[in-house]
């Protein structure tokens, strides 16, 4: 097992545009949190803050060019695996229940090295034969130091 290695600070800038049939919701959130390499992978972990001003950390796994792992834990929670053409089942949940998701990733951009760069996805989701939104996701992080 691998260590973490390069651990560094970072800022991060997500910009996503939820939509449904009905609607678009876009949503910026600017935030810190580190990037770092462990086996051959990039991990970035970030803090946001949620809907009751408690705080989620999210980790995104970055298997270069390949596969993005998304798992928030906190208020909310949840667990996606983004890989381009290819249809996986996640979850999402709230303290008043968990909802199974199917994720489609239509695009996978992975433009991420330890010096920072951008990440960029697209994926639909499902539920139960239903369509519920797509995702248009775009993380910007920049590196600011390095971390002990």
């Known amino acids: 097992m691998e260590e973490i290695q390069n651990k560094r600070s970072v800022e991060v800038n997500i910009h996503s545009e939820f939509r449904s049939k009905e609607d678009t919701m876009p949503m910026d959130v600017y935030t810190v949190g580190s990037l770092y390499q462990k086996n051959n992978n990039l991990y970035l972990v970030y803090d946001d803050v949620e809907e009751d001003q ?3 950390r999210t980790m995104l796994k970055v298997e270069p060019g390949k596969r993005v792992t998304m798992t928030k834990k906190g208020w909310s929670e949840m667990h996606f695996v983004l890989e381009e053409g290819t249809h996986n089942v996640g979850y999402y949940a709230i303290p008043d229940g968990t909802i ?10 992975d433009e991420l090295t330890l010096n920072g760069g951008t990440l960029q996805f697209t994926y639909n989701t499902d539920s139960g034969g239903y369509e519920m ?3 248009n996701m775009t ?3 920049n590196v600011t130091g390095q971390e002990s």
């Open 133 to 135: 939104f797509e995702n």
């Open 139 to 141: 993380i910007r992080i």
């Open 54 to 56: 408690t705080t989620s």
């Open 100 to 109: 199974t998701m199917g994720v489609t990733t239509t695009r996978l951009v």
